[in-house]
């Protein structure tokens, strides 16, 4: 990757955590967003019933962050297949042999 790649990923990654933070701030500091929890909640346990007839989750009585973290480490086991070896391995920086002290 060159320097404006690096610069582009950094910037991503920094919108999405500030995103992701705002978020959070909301859900979990505000009145407001306490109400949007318990509905969401609602809303889970009524879907849960759903996936599970449909096939999609394997247990009714899962609960949502178990769902998210296995399908995360699903993402997660997949891309580390699909990475070429070559790309896993390579150094980010190449070290230099030194001679100072051959021979000494």
């Known amino acids: 990757m060159n320097e404006s790649q690096d610069q582009g990923s950094f910037l991503t990654g920094f919108t999405v955590g500030m995103l992701a933070g705002a978020a959070g701030l909301f859900l979990f500091g505000t009145k407001d967003g306490s109400k949007i929890r318990k509905q969401l909640s609602q809303e889970w346990d ?8 449909q096939g999609h989750i394997d247990n009714p009585q899962a ?3 178990d769902i998210v973290r296995d399908f995360m480490n699903s993402l997660t086991v997949e891309a580390s297949k699909s990475t070429p070896k070559s790309a896993k391995s390579k150094p980010a920086v190449k070290a230099k042999s030194s001679n100072k002290f051959k021979n000494s």
């Open 46 to 53: 009524s879907a849960k019933l759903q996936l599970f007839t």
């Open 63 to 65: 609960k949502l962050g």
